[in-house]
């Protein structure tokens, strides 16, 4: 987005001049000659950057008193002060009270523009440092080495060339957020904000003031600002779309369609420039079909269908992501660096990880902690958490002593073999080759096995 620069200055000679100046570098530029003026034009639109003149003859606030106003309505407007040669130590003081610099009139073309420069960049870096404060993640990629995380970059990079509004769907805990967080690193928007609502975290009849901001001053005389002028020029992501209301639905697709908001109290409208990505752990079309979700918006949001698999369907990520998050947390704790043995890693595999990847995260620090008084770089078998070991062979993680006792020799082995096989067939997600191959049984073989065992069936539900 070309930087809008409001001039603010009793003279208007001296407003025309640093217009053209700032004009000649690309910068969009207007002014205004006392602080009404001022101030109605900051609220018609945002200026990127504010150069005030101290003084301001014949105004009914001069340049100090019309500063505290406009920070205290947006302290993230960077200010410059222009002031003559007696009036320094003011303009030091104007600095100390929010401005972001001075200029001394008469002032070199060089020396405005490089303030000027700087004071975008301060403001930008400031509003960065903000929101990976507030948004902090540690991955920036999508970890895993199958078919399927291939696939999923390779969209992802597509999709961040393209400027179209994206649907990700997906499962708990599968990577939706990253998801978007990657589309927007990897755009052309990327150095702009990057604004989240979590749809179902926000009380509905909030969604006016969460999307337009408020005019009025809270009890620590701030005013509101809304997600549409923050994220103005950037990415919106509305996490879990589903749990909005039909009411906040309809809000969001009017600014889908007019490309601009009404600020609350007041008439005026502004254009906007933001992409939106949505995501859902819903299937919006039984939602659609229920009259939960309106059809209209759906079309709106859906242009770019993203879809986030679950841990499940790509276990041969496992080994990869756990050798990920054990590096990530060792650093972290500042333990020795650990490993899982090839029996606790069969168990990671085999096991259904319902909450996805979010929950194998947890569940590696959780060993991170469990393994730091263990000498043994190995995290072994005896550490792994028992509610994840439901998919070992059950005469091995279950007491059925009780049963195999009343088994020939010939039934307990069929037993034995039957859950083995189950257990790595989980463990390969089905994968015929795969299970053949680290058994060290021919498929044919395998497959004999299988029939005669009665779980064929299972062979035909991941084939």
Request: with cysteine; proline share 2%.
């Amino acid at each position: 987005m070309i930087s809008d620069i409001l001039i603010i200055d009793d003279e208007v000679d001296i407003c025309k001049l640093i217009s053209g100046v700032l004009s000649d570098e690309g910068y969009s530029t207007r002014y205004a000659k006392n602080s009404d003026d001022a101030f109605n034009s900051i609220m018609e639109r945002i200026p990127k950057a504010i150069i005030l003149d101290i003084w301001l003859e014949g105004s009914k606030l001069d340049g100090l008193q019309l500063l505290d106003k406009i920070i205290s309505y947006r302290s993230d407007i960077p200010i410059i002060i222009i002031s003559g040669h007696g009036n320094v130590d003011i303009a030091v003081n104007a600095i100390k009270n929010g401005a972001y610099d001075y200029i001394e009139k008469p002032f070199k073309t060089a020396k405005l523009i490089l303030t000027i420069q700087r004071a975008l960049e301060a403001s930008l870096l400031k509003k960065e440092l903000i929101e990976l404060k507030d948004q902090y993640i540690n991955q920036t990629e999508f970890i895993g080495t199958s078919t399927v995380v291939n696939n999923i970059r390779s969209n992802i990079t597509k999709l961040s060339q393209s400027n179209s509004r994206v649907l990700i769907t997906g499962a708990t805990g599968t990577g939706k957020e990253l998801a978007a967080r990657l589309i927007h690193s990897n755009s052309p928007r990327s150095n702009l904000p990057f604004q989240i609502i979590n749809c179902s975290s926000f009380l509905n009849e909030d969604i006016d003031k969460i999307l337009y901001g408020s005019d009025l001053v809270d009890k620590n005389n701030k005013y509101h600002i809304g997600v549409l002028e923050r994220c103005d020029g950037g990415t919106l992501y509305l996490a879990e779309i589903s749990e909005m209301s039909l009411a906040s639905q309809k809000i969001l697709l009017k600014v889908i369609n007019e490309s601009k908001f009404l600020r609350v109290g007041g008439t005026i409208k502004q254009d906007i420039d933001i992409r939106i990505i949505c995501s859902t752990n819903k299937d919006l079309q039984s939602y659609i079909a229920l009259g939960l979700f309106a059809n209209d918006l759906f079309d709106r949001i859906s242009i770019s269908p993203l879809h986030i698999p679950s841990l499940a369907d790509r276990r041969d990520d496992i080994p990869v992501l756990t050798g990920y998050y054990l590096n990530q947390f060792t650093e972290q704790t500042g333990v020795s660096n650990k490993k899982l043995s090839s029996d606790s890693m069969a168990i990671l595999q085999s096991y259904s990880w319902p909450g996805n990847v979010r929950e194998l995260k947890n569940n590696i620090e959780r060993l991170i902690m469990l393994a730091n008084d263990n000498a043994n770089d190995l995290i072994e078998v005896d550490i792994i958490p028992s509610e994840l070991k439901i998919k070992l062979p059950s005469n091995i993680n279950n007491n059925r002593g009780d049963v195999l006792i009343s088994l020939t020799m010939k039934d307990a082995r069929d037993l034995f073999e039957r859950d083995y096989l189950i257990s790595q067939l989980a463990r390969f997600n089905g994968n015929i080759s795969k299970t053949s191959e680290f058994i060290q049984m021919e498929r044919s073989a395998l497959h004999r096995k299988l029939k005669y065992l009665g779980i064929s069936s299972y062979d035909r539900k991941f084939n």
